[in-house]
T-cell receptor
Framework: AQSVTQPDIHITVSEGASLELRCNYS??????LFWYVQSPGQGLQLLLKYFSGDTLVQGIKGFEAEFKRSQSSFNLRKPSVHWSDAAEYFC??????????FGKGTKLTVNP | GAVVSQHPSWVICKSGTSVKIECRSLDFQATTMFWYRQFPKQSLMLMATSNEGSKATYEQGVEKDKFLINHASLTLSTLTVTSAHPEDSSFYIC?????????????FGAGTRLSVL
């Protein structure tokens, strides 16, 4: 069965600083990988996805993620964080079925 | 992207009553929808898969008689929490997949916060 690990429960960065959120997955084949963002009391918004092809994927709001098969990782990055990026970020993997398996999430705090 | 509408966004009910939550795909058809439960500061846990025209598939440990799911049309799934108790208080989120080129992307509703008194 697939699983997702987000090692960092909470990350704090200063506005304008770069950001990297870590995600490691476990799945026997090449999975479909996703990053979602959730603002307090809201549903999830898709930031980006990886299905195949170029391992560096671009998403909305200036985010990007890189799929590294050798490390079973799909880390999310942003070169310059804005205060509005403060939210909870979830990495998810989809295997043979349509079901998504989520990591526990990383809460991002942005200091002014 | 596709839009999934969830209603209500917040509901407060008395213990022992039933609550219905609706999930609609507004601009696409969804033969399958998913229902999740999220406890405070935790991740989403899949409760069940809603299948249009057939019975829902429940995850292990989820009481199907307590969480009734109906998927009567290609754009609507409902989750009814029957005889709700305070421990059922939680944030419930639905999602619906769109299928493109053999893969699919799930779009999520805004969630329903259920508070049982």
């Amino acid at each position: 069965a697939q699983s997702v690990t987000q090692p960092d429960i909470h990350i704090t960065v200063s506005e304008g600083a770069s950001l990297e959120l870590r995600c490691n997955y476990s799945y026997g084949a090449t999975p479909y990988l996703f990053w979602y963002v959730q603002s307090p009391g809201q549903g999830l918004q898709l930031l980006l996805k990886y299905f195949s092809g170029d391992t560096l994927v671009q998403g909305i709001k200036g985010f990007e993620a890189e799929f590294k098969r050798s490390q079973s990782s799909f880390n999310l990055r942003k070169p310059s964080v804005h205060w509005s990026d403060a939210a909870e970020y979830f990495c998810a993997v989809q295997g043979g079925s349509e079901k998504l398996v989520f990591g526990k999430g990383t809460k991002l705090t942005v200091n002014p | 992207g596709a839009v999934v509408s969830q209603h209500p966004s917040w509901v407060i009910c008395k213990s022992g009553t039933s609550v219905k939550i609706e999930c609609r795909s507004l601009d696409f058809q969804a033969t399958t929808m998913f229902w999740y439960r999220q406890f405070p500061k935790q991740s989403l846990m899949l409760m069940a898969t809603s299948n249009e025209g057939s019975k829902a598939t429940y995850e292990q440990g989820v009481e199907k008689d307590k969480f009734l799911i109906n998927h009567a049309s290609l754009t609507l799934s409902t989750l009814t929490v029957t005889s709700a108790h305070p421990e059922d208080s939680s944030f419930y989120i639905c999602s619906a997949p769109t299928r493109t080129s053999g893969s699919n992307i799930q779009y999520f509703g805004a969630g329903t916060r259920l508070s049982v008194l």
